[in-house]
């Protein structure tokens, strides 16, 4: 099985004429309601993949069609908790040119009790996978423990936080991170993929495909894109993520589960929207590329 401490955001995106200018009061043409965070995102891929997804992680009152949503996409949800907090949410602007500006509110997500995430963990079996984003509290507990069970540790080091990978990384098998991202942590460590000690090190380079280091092989190989034509790449590394996750959840060698996920992400940048289009396993084998 596959347990991901993860975020769960209402995506909440207002169509504005122009974005609103410091003091102005503007009213929105329309409102949209998504199930969002990358925590959820990453749920609903490895769980469309066909993998048992127990999300671990938080909402307010507010927050029960978020969790029904991800019950609809087959994701366990007996370890989200409700809480009296908001809900995360992120308040996005849109203005007719596309521009948006956005407000993001982690609410929930950072409140995670250490006794909600202890007995979520002690169900889990060796050999598990455990995945955690930069979305909630409890990372380095999680990561730890994680660690201590048995499990395969993973993380996407986003949001990326220098400090945040740096106090999860002694617990690692497996690290997410995009092309940026990559960047940012060899400034922070002055460390190469390689020389982090971690064995699998994925990372994400858009239509440019994607790249694995495995540190005892000191293999690197490349995964292809497809080409594609974008129309929005939001929830395309989450989606990969997840895909990823199922691939090893279902013992498959790295390679072929980033071949797997990279033709989820490329379905997944075809089509607008986020956790609600990200495509299931039949789609995936599918598709016509
Ligand atoms: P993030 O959204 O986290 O920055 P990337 O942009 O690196 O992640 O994308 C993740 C993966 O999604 C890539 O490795 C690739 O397989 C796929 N992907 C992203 N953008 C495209 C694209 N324009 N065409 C085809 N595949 C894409």
Not at 11 to 25: R, S
Request: hydrophobic fraction near 45%; glycine fraction near 8%; charged fraction near 15%.
């Amino acid at each position: 099985a596959i347990w991901n401490l993860g975020s769960i955001n209402a995506d909440m995106v207002y169509a504005l004429p122009h974005l609103p200018a410091p003091g102005e009061t503007l009213a929105a043409l329309d409102l949209q309601q998504f199930l969002g965070g990358k925590g959820a995102n990453m749920s609903v891929a490895a769980a469309r993949a066909g993998s048992h997804v127990c999300h671990i992680g938080a909402v307010g009152a507010d927050g029960a069609w978020a969790v029904d949503r991800l019950l609809e996409y087959g994701v366990d949800t007996r370890h989200i908790a409700e809480i009296n907090t908001p809900t995360g949410h992120a308040i996005i602007a849109v203005d007719r040119q596309a521009e948006n500006q956005i407000i993001l509110f982690p609410g929930a997500n950072r409140a995670v009790s250490s006794e909600q995430l202890g007995q979520a963990l002690t169900q889990a079996d060796s050999g598990d996978i455990l995945v955690l984003q930069n979305e909630t509290n409890m990372q380095p507990e999680a990561a730890k423990m994680g660690r201590d069970l048995g499990l395969r540790v993973c993380y996407a080091a986003a949001p990326f936080d220098a400090a945040a990978v740096q106090a999860v990384l002694p617990f690692l098998d497996v690290l997410f991170l995009n092309e940026v991202e990559a960047q940012q942590l060899q400034q922070a460590t002055g460390k190469t993929p390689m020389e982090l000690g971690i064995s699998d090190v994925i990372i994400t380079l858009g239509a440019k495909g994607a790249r694995h280091f495995n540190a005892e092989t000191g293999e690197t190989v490349d995964i292809p894109a497809h080409a594609v034509t974008a129309v929005d790449t939001t929830g395309a590394g989450d989606t990969f993520t997840g895909y990823v996750l199922s691939g090893l959840d279902r013992s498959l060698p790295m390679p072929q589960a980033m071949a797997l996920a990279a033709r989820a992400a490329a379905l997944m940048v075809t089509r607008p929207g986020t956790a609600d289009v990200i495509p299931d396993l039949k789609e995936v084998q599918e598709a016509s590329f």
